[in-house]
């Protein structure tokens, strides 16, 4: 028998490597390389020949039965996955600790359950005694889910191979399960690929959804190579803060269903509620009379979402201004300050500029230029954005501010809250108002002249 093979996978990318070093060459992250081992073909052993069999090719036509869904009835949840679970599907979700992943997939799994489903929860982290005291505090003790405490792939897979058909699978999480034929550690790369592999055949073959926990890193990634959110079908991250109550359920990925929509929950002592009306949410407690706040009319993949734009511009004592900015893309709002200085003639170079989406949202279209400045003007002229007032759209580096998609959903949703005035970019292809007073910009400048607003001389703190 031949000896070992000793080889270095990255942890972050994958890739493999003959010898340690301290960079990744394939990512370029550091300290990722962990020493792995594998058992080469002892001499003389049998080496599996390819089959010459070719594929089956088909056409694009075809009489495929329509997809099955497992609808929880939890109304949010459903949106984000398109719909409800697809029965033989993979789902990653991904989260802080402590935000509520399992929380969420125990309301799911109960729900099922009493709807006569049946739902397996296998933990590898907390014990079954942990996982009824969850139950009972959220009031699902009565639930009929079937729990089981263990981290072996192979004896789960055993166990529900002999027993009847399984409608949903939950792991928690992907990261400590194991197969034993494979040496290394749980939460290696080898061990992830090949788990998330096998209980995914598993799942198809068999016509369960499964539902896989996931940690992430430092950086809001999930934990692992990348490989794995390839493997899966939908990918779903659980963002918020701690100390926000709300939470944001949003798919990065769906094979069955649009990507980037959300599904938005409030945490409460009795579980996650479903929160149907997301901007009266992040509105709330707003106060219209004060300087450097503007709403924003966003999309969220295919829900119209308003929320409040905060910004505070204030004289710096530093030589080096300050930029802090939660919520939002600080490169972007670098951009847009230099084209409200270059284009508009506004003084930013010497003050420090923050900004802030209110409730805990992150905001990554460019719609929300318009909103911004807004709120960077109005702070500036320390003067209160006039009232029931939204904006949206993109501003370009000339100056010229942009029309963006879904401008009538956006207004749709302002008039639906009581809004009574927007201001938006000039060619918006004949939208309706929805009974909003529409004031249309082609030039960032215009702003000053709409908003009613007089500015600081040059030079002036």
């Avoid at 290394?184 to 198809?204: C, D, H, I, N």
């Avoid at 901007?279 to 409040?308: K, N, Q, W």
């Amino acid at each position: 028998m031949a000896g070992t093979r000793v080889q270095f996978v990255c942890q972050s990318c994958g890739s493999v490597q003959p010898k340690w070093s301290g960079r990744c060459d394939g990512c370029g992250a550091w300290n990722t390389l962990v020493e792995e081992t594998s058992e080469p073909l002892a001499k003389g052993a049998p080496v599996k020949r390819r089959s010459r069999r070719g594929l089956d090719l088909v056409s694009l036509e075809g009489t495929g039965q329509p997809v099955q869904r497992l609808v929880t009835g939890i109304g949010e949840l459903d949106r984000a996955v398109g719909g409800g679970m697809v029965a033989g599907s993979a789902i990653l979700i991904g989260g802080d600790p402590g935000i509520g992943k399992s929380t969420l997939t125990l309301q799911a799994a109960a729900r099922l359950a009493l709807a006569g489903k049946r739902v397996v929860y296998v933990s590898g982290e907390e014990s079954i005694e942990q996982i009824r005291m969850r139950a009972d505090r959220i009031g699902l003790a009565k639930a009929p889910v079937e729990l089981a405490s263990g981290t072996s792939v192979d004896e789960i897979l055993g166990t529900l191979d002999t027993g009847p058909p399984v409608d949903l699978l939950i792991i928690d999480s992907i990261q400590t399960v194991y197969l034993e034929a494979l040496d290394p550690a749980p939460g290696t790369v080898t061990q992830l690929r090949a788990s998330a592999q096998a209980l995914t055949r598993f799942a198809k073959r068999r016509g369960a959804a499964l539902l896989l926990i996931g940690h992430v890193t430092k950086e809001g990634q999930i934990a692992g190579p990348r490989v794995l959110e390839h493997m899966v079908d939908t990918v779903l991250y659980f963002e918020g803060e701690r100390g926000h109550q709300f939470r944001l359920l949003r798919a990065v990925k769906n094979r069955f269903g649009p990507a980037n929509e959300i599904g938005v929950f409030e945490m409460r002592e009795s579980g996650l509620e479903p929160v149907a009306n997301p901007s009266a949410l992040f509105l709330a407690g707003r106060d219209a009379d004060v300087s450097g706040a503007a709403v924003f009319a966003g999309m969220e993949g295919s829900r119209p979402v308003l929320v409040e734009i905060q910004a505070l511009v204030a004289a710096s004592p530093l030589a080096t201004p300050r930029r802090a900015v939660v919520g939002w893309d600080s490169g972007r709002l670098a951009m847009l300050l230099a084209v409200l200085e270059a284009r508009c003639g506004l003084v930013m170079g010497n003050r420090d500029v923050y900004l802030n989406v209110a409730g805990g949202l992150r905001i990554t279209e460019p719609a929300a230029d318009l909103a911004v400045a807004a709120a960077l003007v109005s702070s500036l002229a320390d003067r209160a954005v006039p009232r029931m007032t939204v904006f949206f759209g993109e501003v370009g580096l000339g100056g010229e501010v942009r029309a963006v998609a879904n401008s009538e959903a956006r207004m749709k949703e302002a008039a639906k809250l009581g809004f009574e005035r927007v201001i938006a970019p000039r060619s918006r292809r004949g939208d309706s108002g929805e009974g909003l007073a529409i004031e249309e910009l082609s030039r960032l400048d215009e702003l000053l002249a709409v908003m009613n607003f007089s500015l600081p001389e040059a030079g002036t703190p």
